[in-house]
């Protein structure tokens, strides 16, 4: 079966210090993997999605950076954190169809982050 | 407005009563997902919907989306402490992309 995990847990960081989140996946190949960010009174947000290694688009122009060093594998970065970077991170995957697939997959989520920028 | 709509925001049930929460789209959906939360918790899947006129049932809970495709509704029937937690419909609007946007969800509480 799939598993999918996160670290840190929870992680309090200063203004200005870099961010480094972790996100894998076990049991499935190839798998699209996807950031969410959910902020108080905000709802979910999706951040960056990734259909392969090296391969990431961005939803929302802000101070992350997403990379896929390995197939599952995803990992959320920033150089200097901003206050409003707090929030609970969420790390999701779901199948990756190729060509013209017949019906939307179920995407799966992790545990989560919970970042507090001081 | 926002894309996709939940109503209640919040809702209080007596333990032992059925309930039902609504997810209301503004455009067409190709797939419909419900997901539950427990607090500082990841999202645990529950259901995906595609298809109009589409039902689904897992244990105490059933969710359907209607022929539009536009709607869907999650009932619990017979609620329990296991239930409270945050109801979030998620929406994804067509092939090739695969983003979700979700609703701003549904807070569950249970009274013994």
């Known amino acids: 079966s799939q598993t999918i995990h996160q670290w840190p847990a929870t992680l309090v960081q200063p203004v200005g210090s870099p961010l480094s989140l972790e996100c894998t996946v076990e049991g499935t190949s190839n798998p699209n993997l996807y950031w969410y960010r959910q902020a108080a009174g905000r709802g979910l947000q999706l951040l960056f999605y990734?259909?392969?290694?090296?391969?990431i688009s961005s939803e929302v122009p802000q101070n992350l950076s997403a990379s896929r060093p390995q197939d599952r594998q995803f990992i959320l970065s920033s150089k200097k954190l901003l206050l409003s970077d707090s929030g609970f991170y969420l790390c999701?995957?779901?199948?990756?169809?190729?060509?013209?697939?017949?019906?939307?997959?179920?995407?799966?989520f992790g545990p989560g982050t919970r970042l507090t920028v001081t | 407005s926002q894309e996709l709509e939940q109503s209640p925001q919040s809702l209080i049930v007596q333990e032992g009563k059925n309930l039902t929460i609504n997810c209301t789209s503004s455009k067409t959906l190709y797939g419909l997902y419900w997901y539950k939360q427990k607090y500082g918790e990841g999202l645990i899947f529950l259901m995906m919907l595609q298809k109009g006129g589409e039902e689904k049932s897992h244990e105490k809970i059933t969710a359907k989306l209607d022929e539009k495709k536009q709607q869907s509704s999650l009932h619990i029937t017979a609620s329990q402490p296991s239930h409270a937690g945050i109801y979030l419909c998620g929406a994804r609007y067509n092939f090739g992309n695969e983003k979700l946007t979700f609703g701003t969800g549904t807070r569950l509480t249970i009274i013994p």
């Open positions: 990734s259909v392969g290694i090296g391969q």
């Open positions: 999701a995957w779901s199948v990756r169809v190729s060509g013209r697939g017949d019906r939307p997959y179920e995407q799966y």
